[in-house]
Each structure stands twice: as C-alpha cells, then as structure tokens.
Nanobody
Framework: QVQFVESGGGLVEVGGSLRLSCAAS????????MGWYRRAPGKAREFLAR????????NYENPIKGRFTISRDNAKNAICLQMNDFKPEDAAVYYC?????????WGQGTQVNVTS
C-alpha cells in the first residue's frame, strides 16, 4: 500500500520560511518522479513542483517559482519543500505524491497557516 506522510507545517509570518518533509512507503521510490501539491481553502488541489526520480530537473509552477525549492533523498524515500518569502496566498494544506499523482494514495497533508 502506497503511503505518504507529510510533516513540518505550522504558522509562518509573511516573508518567513518553512521546510516541509514527506516520507514515502509502499512503492519503489527511486522509480517515481515526485511532486508537491496544495489545497487552499475553497479551492481545488493544485500542483506546485516536480522533481525527477534522479533528483534533478526540478520544475515549479508560477505561484511559487523563485521562492520554493523541492529536493529529495532517495536513500530515505523522502522529499522536502523549502519555502521562503511566504505570502498570504500560500496558506494551504500541503501534500506530496508521485507525479503524475496516484489518486488513491493522498495522505493527510500538513497545514500551513500564514500570519502577518
């Protein structure tokens, strides 16, 4: 059974930083490109960033480009999202999954709230 467990969320100030982590299990991690996603209140879940199974070729959607950095550690079956220069619109529940995502494998996510 594929499982993703996100952690590291919390309350962050506008302009601040936070680092999210995701632990993956139940899959051959190194065979999958991985991604970060988020769901803001009242909105659909959106794709944010992708990293190749090798750890290279990261790419980002416009809302986070230049502010967030995706990375992975294949030895630990984990990915991270370093988030800098927080904006109010970054408040959301953040999820990890493969990319393309596995629809039945969404975890609980980790909540990030932004305060000014």
């Amino acid at each position: 059974q594929v499982q993703f467990v996100e952690s590291g969320g919390g309350l962050v100030e506008v302009g601040g930083s936070l680092r999210l982590s995701c632990a993956a299990s139940g899959l051959t991690f190194i065979r999958h490109n991985m991604g970060w996603y988020r769901r803001a209140p009242g909105k659909a879940r959106e794709f944010l960033a992708r990293i190749h199974r090798s750890g290279g070729n990261p790419n980002y959607e416009n809302p986070i480009k230049g502010r967030f950095t995706i990375s992975r550690d294949n030895a630990k079956n984990a990915i991270c999202l370093q988030m800098n220069d927080f904006k109010p619109e970054d408040a959301a529940v953040y999820y990890c999954n493969t990319n393309p995502q596995q629809q039945n494998a969404w975890g609980q996510g980790t909540q990030v709230n932004v305060t000014s």
